[in-house]
T-cell receptor, first 112, second 116 residues
């Protein structure tokens, strides 16, 4: 079974631009979560989607948004990028509630 | 307030030594789930174990063992006879049943270095 796939692996963007990250979950998994990892703040929950509905959202500004498609693939978008958005963005998929999540290798975003 | 605390930021051990990684959690839920993940330099988080709040049995998987104690709100992880391949950052995480979805609260991680 293929694992969680995130694309692209690396991105360099300029302040003020917007970016879209993609995540393909494990086949059959309907829950997709996104996390931001930075040296200062650690791993922080962004949001979670299940069957195309956002079920939970972390404490991030509205510049961070996401969506999930009918095939469970998910995208997250960050608009008006700031230097502080530089981070590793991790996507995780789960088969159902309260079970283990399987993570992708992440997208490393650098904002210059 | 921090829901998951990993007080050990960095640990170094010599190969074949045993090492215990500490995790203390905080929740008001009676039903919750605890996890350990390993993050090697490649970046992805690798799932190691899941425990629910009603199962306090300790678990052993090869060189890995976990000690869950509700009385002290701890879920510690021991690696026996450590190997260089165990070098990574280890995260403890909590998921609460009152959440509407899958949301993990992660600790700040413990960076383990195993010296050959």
């Amino acid at each position: 079974k293929a694992g969680v796939t995130q694309t692209p692996r690396y991105l360099i963007k300029t302040r003020g631009q917007q970016v879209t990250l993609s995540c393909s979950p494990i086949s059959g998994h309907r829950s997709v979560s996104w996390y931001q990892q930075t040296p200062g703040q650690g791993l922080q929950f962004l949001f979670e989607y299940f069957s195309e509905t956002q079920r939970n959202k972390g404490n991030f500004p509205g510049r961070f948004s996401g969506r999930q498609f009918s095939n469970s693939r998910s995208e997250m978008n960050v608009s008006t990028l700031e230097l502080g958005d530089s981070a590793l963005y991790l996507c995780a998929s789960s088969a159902k509630y309260y079970t283990e999540a399987f993570f992708g290798q992440g997208t490393r975003l650098t904002v210059v | 307030a921090q829901k998951v605390t990993q007080a050990q930021t960095e640990i170094s051990v010599v190969e074949k030594e045993d090492v215990t990684l500490d995790c203390v959690y905080e929740t008001r839920d009676t039903t919750y789930y605890l996890f350990w993940y390993k993050q090697p330099p490649s970046g992805e988080l690798v799932f190691l174990i899941r425990r629910n709040s009603f199962d306090e049995q300790n678990e052993i998987s090869g060189r890995y063992s976990w000690n869950f104690q509700k009385s002290t709100s701890s879920f510690n992880f021991t690696i026996t006879a450590s190997q260089v391949v165990d070098s990574a950052v280890y995260f403890c995480a909590l998921s609460e049943a009152t959440n509407t979805g899958n949301q993990f609260y992660f600790g700040t991680g413990t960076s383990l270095t195993v010296i050959p």
